[in-house]
Nanobody
Framework: QVQLVESGGGSVQPGGSLRVSCAAS????????VGWFRQAPGKEREGVAI???????TYADSVKGRFTISRDNAKNMLYLQMDSLKYEDTAMYYC???????????????????WGQGTQVTVSS
């Protein structure tokens, strides 16, 4: 049974930093494309960042240079370091895994098989 559990969300001021984490079980994150997505109220879910099995990273234009996706294979953990946060980064953040196809071919638009329950990130002064 594949499970993904996010943590680390919270409230932060504009310009601040936050790191969210995703604990995976039931499979090894090093063997699949994994990523972070977000959904703000009234908006569609959007891809934020993905990391492929060989370590290639792809970011949404809106977060390039500010967010960093990483993973710890030994701990089976996925992370998203968010710096220079803006009001528009406020959303529920979800981690996801593309286990069946393993590769995302560098795209944030492919379908993912498993999702976590989400962790709220709020950027507010």
């Amino acid at each position: 049974q594949v499970q993904l559990v996010e943590s680390g969300g919270g409230s932060v001021q504009p310009g601040g930093s936050l790191r969210v984490s995703c604990a995976a079980s039931g499979y090894y994150i090093s063997t699949a494309c994994v990523g972070w997505f977000r959904q703000a109220p009234g908006k569609e879910r959007e891809g934020v960042a993905i990391i492929e099995t060989l370590g290639t990273r792809t970011y949404a234009d809106s977060v390039k240079g500010r967010f960093t996706i990483s993973r710890d294979n030994a701990k089976n953990m996925l992370y998203l370091q968010m710096d220079s946060l803006k009001y528009e980064d406020t959303a529920m953040y979800y981690c996801a895994a593309r286990v069946s196809h393993r590769s995302c071919s560098g795209s944030l638009l492919v379908q993912f098989d498993y999702w976590g329950q989400g962790t709220q990130v709020t950027v507010s002064s």
